[in-house]
């Protein structure tokens, strides 16, 4: 009879499960109550179920795997991990049973148990093609175990659960037991499922070891949960290396050929060790050993193919390499170093040798290595320290040799070769950015001319490979026409002035046009390239267009004259106006060069365009790059309090100028508001002056205070970039306890504003004195900045105490709310030639006269000076950068009051250019051209190539 009513309970257990197989909470309180019975069978059975149900439906709603980006893969060979899927909904844990993750764990470590037993190993290791049914189950289960935990970890919010859980030690048990059946000789069915099983809990792993997502990151564009900022990796496993070895030092011993599961598991290991050396320091310090180093170069042999785990694992050595560079120290680097990672790496761009005959490297390995130099030399800590190990062990060499090798390659495949030809401009690029001793290296060991000439032998130059010198001169993605430009690498501007020669003639009107684009843009570009001789570069490429058998279209010649006229305009030595001039000389035959007349005309324009109204610096303080300013050496006091004048010539960079950051954003955002500033100056209670300007380049005057920021704006004139201006802002303080203090700023010696501004006395000496420049008065660390502005309220939410005034352009903000008023403060990235302080307001026509004479007049404010002398008497100091040397500016005060004078000092780049009317003068003046007045009867060379367009082109 009792054993009549356990079959019958028996038989409605089964029933119920069999009714509600589909519902995942009819199975859950089965499980539950099977558990309370104690029926561990009965248990697990219902568990698999629900697992396989949350499977299902997990599947159905799952967002697709991120595709791996083509910036990242151009030839398409890597694989996505399956840590890369987008985990959906319905793997959070908040939608499922509160004990799901302590039932996981002890099913998973039942499953350990049958795995390690012989009676499990004997029966899977046999040949008999029957079935055994409990030991398809097991491996069936383990399978869907390892889905479920590699779904689970995919969600960053899962991650503080399963972190407290034992499920990363139970992981570490189950996968040996795995692993030992991978070793046994298993029917193919039962393999493939071990294999998969095993990708599955590295997946886990993978996802658990980098909870920031800091490595799937690197391959796709999808943007995941960013609410994972405080978490940290756990702890790494202490038999992970040991996982890692096995996994590529065991042998396939099956027969035929390897299964897919197994090279599938060979890409998650892979990319679980990039997951280990993105996740945490720590983790990744202990995971870099010289077994780990030898088996992933040991990966990319043989050389002379190239494979998907090849093309990954190149990636994994990049953060190999930065683990070793930033986060080992040297002293603990006995067994493995850098160097000898950086020089094997390298050796796999050389031929093999066999048998006394060189095999050179497939083309698209050798793509795919360098394509990862641009990563390599970008680590998170000190990146010219790595350029230098790279150059030490012979990159530059090694990056040229593969030019030569490739050769009978890369006929055969164009395509190809052009890739590889960017690879290798793109690899040069990366390790010359940010560094001119490197560049000078690179010139002296390899050379641009080499570079252009291999590059030839190779493939027919084309917009593409242009592009990537192009990319090389501003050290970032050049856009023609859509952005601003920075040059940085003035030698590359010279390589493709030469390359114009040897060009076909339809792409020498592509190139002209943007070599034109980016040196006549802004001071800097003219600076940079007037100091490098591209004045000289061009006179000798339009020179030598005219030999037999070369020449330009007339559009190519006109954008050539055009960037002489640019260059002239701004400095031009007494060697390279010799140069010019002998370029209107007839030619051999007697004729006229082809570019006589309209060479005439830009020495002409020359003239104009320099010292109008005598308005164009010859000498400037150059404040771009980051750090750079004058610094006055306090005490600085006034002798009287009755006005703050400040004035200085200053011209500014496009806001919009792409190629490297020269500061550090406050949140590493390069969208973030910035303020560039022109002045400021505060006492040690934090009372002063600052004036800055914005993104838009409107200029902004500001009194401060601990407890307040009052500033007004010039959001009607906002000021011209890349033109010189005179700026003088004059605070007029109140003298009677009634009045009220002004500001009146001066724009090229017109009054633009004048206002009431709040300000207070100027008595206190001035201890902190800046001139392009701000320290991080905002706060002293990134900590106190939020804490400040956690404490003070946005008015945007109706709490703050921001005042606007009915003048839009005055307002009065805590200082808490500074950074998000006006940004964080940066140097001026623009230049200024002079910059004088006065102690009492100034007239406006005192301001219309400063402006009148101009930027280059030393002799202001002395008696001999009949216009200024009298402003010499209110002169507190006076910069200029022609009266500085070695980062010291001499105070240039008239006599009577440099007594206190005081010198500042300069940190930056000081310029000095040359005025074309001057340097005329020097070689015997206007005589100088009275031969060119006798050739104008000459007839003009015509023409020996095609037109390659009528289209105007302007300056």
Known sequence: MAEQKAAEKKARRVSLSHESRNDPGMLWQSYKAARLRKEAEVARERLSSYIRVWLGGAQDRSSHTPMISVESDPFGLLQPSIAFSVSGDSWLLVHRPSGILAAIEDHLNTLTQ?????????????????PHASCSEALQQSLELGKTLAGIA??????????????????????????????????????????????????????????????????????????????????????????????????????????????????????????????SEENASHMVTSEVCFLLLTILDPRERCTPLQALATK????????????????????????????????????????????????????????????????????????????EVGCFEKFTEVLKHIRDEAKENASEACKLVCSVFRAFTAVMESCQPLRQIFETRVGYSKLCDLTATIVAPNTVILQEALNMVVEGNYKYREDSHSIYNTSAVAMLARWLLSLPSKLQPWLVARLYDICSYGTHNWQRCCNAGLLKVAVEVLTASQEEGRGFSEEVEEYMILLLEVLGSHSIRAAELKQVIGALRPLEDGRLPTYYYRLQK?????????????????????????????TIPGPLRFPSAASFVFHAWVCLDHPHTKGRETYLDVFSNPNAKKRRVLYSFYTPSGVGFEAFFTDTLILVVATATRREFVTVALREHPISPSEWHSVCIIHSLAKKPWAKSEVFIYVDGDLKRTTALKTHGISDAFTTCHVGYAPSRDSPNLAELRASIRRQPSAEFGEGELEVSTEKTLQTIPFGNVLMEWGRAVNLRGQISSMCLFFESLSATSVRVLYKRGPNDLSLFQPKCPETRELGGKLLLYYHAKACKDGVCKDLSPLHVAENSQPGRFRGDLYITLDIKAVLSSLGGVELLFPILEQVNLPVKKRQCREAGKRKVSG
């Not at 049958?114 to 190993?121: E, R, V």
């Not at 960013?226 to 030092?249: C, H, K, N, Q, Y």
């Not at 020359?606 to 004058?630: K, W």
């Open 114 to 130: 049958q795995l390690d037993s012989n009676k499990m190993l004997v029966q899977l290791s046999s040949r008999e093609k029957g």
């Open 154 to 279: 995919g969600c960053v919010e899962n991650y503080a659960e399963v972190k407290s859980s034992r499920l990363m030690t139970l992981v570490m048990k189950v996968i040996p037991s795995l692993w030992k059946l991978v070793k046994a000789r298993l029917s193919e069915r039962s393999l493939g499922v071990v294999l998969e099983s095993l990708s599955y809990f590295i997946a886990f792993l993978h996802s658990i070891l980098d909870p920031k997502r800091y490595w799937r990151k690197g391959f796709t564009r999808h943007q995941f949960p960013t609410d994972s900022g405080r978490v940290s990796a756990m702890t790494l496993p202490a038999r992970l290396e040991t996982i890692f070895l096995d996994v590529f030092i065991h042998q396939w011993e099956g027969q035929g050929a390897e299964p897919q599961e197994w090279h599938f598991l060979q890409v998650e290991v892979l990319h679980m060790l990039g997951a280990v050396l993105c996740g």
């Open 316 to 391: 994994v050595i990049t953060k190999v390499v930065h683990t070793l560079h930033n986060f080992i120290p040297s002293e603990q680097q006995t067994s493995v170093d850098g160097l000898m990672v950086l020089s094997g790496f390298l050796n796999f761009l050389s031929p093999r040798h066999c048998e006394g005959e060189p095999i050179p490297p497939c083309i698209r390995l050798v793509t795919v290595m360098l394509d990862t130099v641009p990563a390599l030399m970008r680590p998170p800590g000190n990146a010219v320290g790595l350029k230098n190990m790279f150059v």
């Open 602 to 630: 830009a020495l002409s324009m020359m003239a104009h365009g320099v010292g109008t109204e005598g308005l164009q610096p010859l000498h400037y303080f150059d404040l771009r790059q980051s750090g750079s300013n004058i």
